[in-house]
């Protein structure tokens, strides 16, 4: 059974940029999260989907953006990057409801360096 | 404002020995706390979660305690091994919300 699989593995873009990450979730997960790590630093959370809304937020600008498609499937859309957009971006999935039991299931991430 | 600490120092054990992560927390109310470990360049990988009115939870090696007096969860590994260093990271989340927040995390490294 595939895990929560993260697309691609690496990134390199420059300032000003914008870029596109994509997560598939565990089968069975119909909720998505998507997480930004700094390097020496825990996960801060950007937003999570359900039902291909976004229903709750964490502390990032509007330059930060996502989308759930019908089959679970997330995107996370970055505009005008900059050198501090710089981490790796984790994907977490969880069956709705269930996710007090099984805690979060997260891909291996994209390391996006913005040059 | 809110806050997670965890052990900034990283924690050097023998093999065998148990290892003890301690994770405290202000100005939280959580219904759970969650521990997860990450390996480098990897995504974090859930291990347990305690809720609210647990006092402790066990998995094989692994042991969690949750005082909400305290504002604290310890987290033990007995019979260490090298196979474990990791680093380890507590979360909290409540009912209210559906965002885990995460501490820095402690760097475990189990030698032989």
């Known amino acids: 059974d595939a895990g929560v699989t993260q697309s691609p593995t690496h990134l390199i873009k420059t300032r000003g940029q914008q870029v596109t990450l994509r997560c598939s979730p565990k089968?069975?997960?119909?909720?998505v999260s998507w997480y930004q790590q700094a390097l020496g630093q825990g996960p801060q959370f950007i937003f999570q989907?359900?039902?291909?809304?976004?229903?709750q937020r964490g502390n990032f600008p509007d330059r930060f953006s996502g989308h759930q498609f019908p089959n679970y499937s997330s995107e996370l859309n970055v505009n005008a990057l900059l050198l501090g957009d710089s981490a790796l971006y984790l994907c977490?999935?969880?069956?709705?409801?269930?996710?007090?039991?099984?805690?979060?299931?997260f891909g291996s991430g994209t390391r996006l360096t913005v040059v | 404002s809110q806050k997670i600490e965890q052990n900034s120092e990283a924690l050097n054990i023998q093999e065998g020995k148990t290892a003890t992560l301690t994770c405290n927390y202000t100005?939280?109310?959580?219904?759970?706390l969650q521990w997860y470990r990450q390996d480098p360049g990897r995504g974090p990988v859930f291990l347990l979660l305690?809720?609210?009115?647990?006092k402790e939870k066990r998995k094989e090696r692994l042991k969690v305690t949750f005082d909400t007096t305290l504002k604290q969860s310890l987290f033990h590994i007995t019979a260490s091994q090298p196979a474990d260093s990791a680093t380890y990271l507590c979360?909290?989340?409540?009912?209210?919300?559906?965002?885990?927040?995460f501490g820095k995390g402690t760097s475990l490294l189990v030698t032989p």
């Open positions: 977490a999935s969880a069956p709705v409801g269930k996710r007090t039991n099984y805690g979060y299931t």
């Open positions: 089968s069975g997960h119909d909720t």
């Open positions: 989907y359900y039902e291909e809304e976004e229903r």
């Open positions: 100005n939280y109310s959580p219904a759970y």
């Open positions: 305690i809720r609210e009115n647990e």
């Open positions: 979360a909290l989340n409540s009912n209210s919300g559906y965002a885990l927040n």
